[in-house]
Nanobody, 125 residues
Framework: QLQASGGGLVQPGDSLRLSCAASGSTLNYYHIAWFRQAPGKEREGVSSIRTTDGVPYYAESVMGRFTVSRDNAKKTVYLEMNSVKPEDTAVYFC????????????????????WGQGTLVTVSS
């Protein structure tokens, strides 16, 4: 099981760090990803990380602002969000995939096997 936390209300330009804690080992999943869903919009992939060696993937909308990392000893994956914008407002979910991902599949929600509950991030002045 996965559990996301760390959401909150922040101002544009601020930073926020989300955490995704795994009840078992993060290495039980080949990839752990962050998705987000804004009101009235489809769920979209934000970032994903290969748990074995830390290879990351990012959506273009967050590249250069967000950083995904993992600490397998702590069974946790992080999403460091910098220079946040109002359009980053959404419920953020973490998800784990048992299968292998690549650049054209990591952002597809149906490829993921387990999902945590969401954590709300609101960016507003």
């Amino acid at each position: 099981q996965l559990q996301a936390s760390g959401g909150g209300l922040v101002q544009p330009g601020d930073s926020l760090r989300l955490s995704c804690a795994a009840s078992g080992s993060t290495l039980n999943y080949y990839h752990i990803a962050w998705f987000r869903q804004a009101p009235g919009k489809e769920r979209e992939g934000v970032s994903s990380i290969r748990t074995t060696d830390g290879v990351p993937y990012y959506a273009e909308s967050v590249m250069g602002r967000f950083t995904v990392s993992r600490d397998n000893a702590k069974k946790t994956v992080y999403l460091e969000m910098n220079s946040v914008k109002p359009e980053d407002t959404a419920v953020y979910f973490c998800a784990g995939a048992l299968g292998i991902m690549n650049g054209s599949s990591w952002y597809v929600p149906s490829k993921y096997d387990d999902w945590g509950q969401g954590t709300l991030v609101t960016v507003s002045s």
